[in-house]
């Protein structure tokens, strides 16, 4: 065999057990493993708490390639956090990574009287911060341990009169 053969035949070998690594590492993810995984078990495969999505999420979409994550509800919806309420669109969008959700459209935080968009949320050890334009609200993680329920009503009064 000459030496340009010999190559091919490493860069063949080199390529297939490089696929068989990515499709075994792929293989033993949970949510991979999961024929049919909820919303829910996409975020906490990310390391983010399943309580950043309300119950009653009816559907969801994934791109495990970029992160591109979009998550559907029936209706908005709101609760409240201690002095904080969030407000769900009936459509949220982001990207996840570990740990960490970005470019995030359709959450919003109330702080005192004003509604500000929630861009980012980044989970850091035993707390969660969200991100908003000019700053930042923090919370214990365990406050969204568990999904929280909506206020339907109490959120089609806030959408009629912010």
Request: aromatic residues 12%; contains cysteine; hydrophobic residues 40%.
């Amino acid at each position: 065999m000459d030496s340009a053969t010999l190559l091919r035949l490493w860069i063949s070998l080199a390529a297939t057990i490089c696929l068989i690594l990515v499709h075994s590492t792929l293989a033993n993810s949970d949510v991979v493993q999961n024929r049919n995984p909820t919303a829910y078990d996409v975020i906490e495969h990310y390391d983010l708490p399943i309580g950043l999505l309300p119950i009653g999420v009816k559907g969801y979409k994934l791109n495990y390639t970029t992160g591109k994550f979009s998550a559907y509800l029936n209706d908005t919806c709101t609760f409240s956090e201690g002095l904080h309420k969030l407000k769900y669109k009936s459509t949220i969008k982001g990207y996840l990574s570990k740990g960490k959700m970005s470019k995030v459209e359709g959450i919003s935080l109330r702080f005192f009287l004003t509604w500000m968009n929630i861009v980012e949320i980044l989970g850091r050890g035993k707390y969660i911060d969200f991100y908003v334009e000019g700053g930042k609200a923090g919370f214990p993680m365990d406050h969204f341990e568990d999904s929280p329920p909506c206020s339907m009503k109490v959120a089609r009064k806030l959408m009629e009169n912010p």
